[in-house]
């Protein structure tokens, strides 16, 4: 399993994002026809941290959680779950066969506005040490 896979199945199983959003957690951008509220997930770094000759044994990659909803205040309600999903998470993500996370932390919230569609929005980056 990726990282990018475990973040949507922990994301996914959180109980109090997944009232709020179903599945509708993508990579990258938002599928046409999908309404909000929706979170979309990039990576936004991945700097290669060397354990000694050629191997890695840590990640630390940084991505971001862009949390969209009808309104401002229901965009800051997805972010406060993605929020909860994560923050100092650590353990294996993504089920038994998962990926083993040392500790995620909150890098930086933010919000955002959509021109195009006059709609707000509200982002959360996490940087997120794995093995």
Aim: include cysteine; hydrophobic fraction near 40%; charged fraction near 15%.
């Amino acid at each position: 399993m990726t990282i990018g896979e475990a973040i949507y199945a922990h994301l996914a199983d959180h109980a109090g994002l997944a009232a709020l959003v179903g599945t509708k957690i993508y990579p990258g951008d938002i599928p046409q026809g999908v309404t909000p509220p929706v979170v979309v997930v990039q990576l936004i770094s991945n700097p290669p941290i060397p354990a000694g000759g050629s191997s890695y044994a840590l990640h630390g990659p940084r991505y971001q959680f862009s949390c969209w909803a009808d309104g401002y205040k229901g965009a800051v309600d997805v972010c406060e779950q993605v929020k909860n999903a994560l923050m100092d998470y650590s353990g294996v993500m993504g089920g038994t066969s998962g990926v083993t996370v040392q500790w995620c932390m909150c890098e930086n919230e933010y919000d955002l506005y959509d021109e195009e569609l006059r709609r707000s929005g509200r982002a959360i980056d996490f940087i997120i040490w794995h093995e």
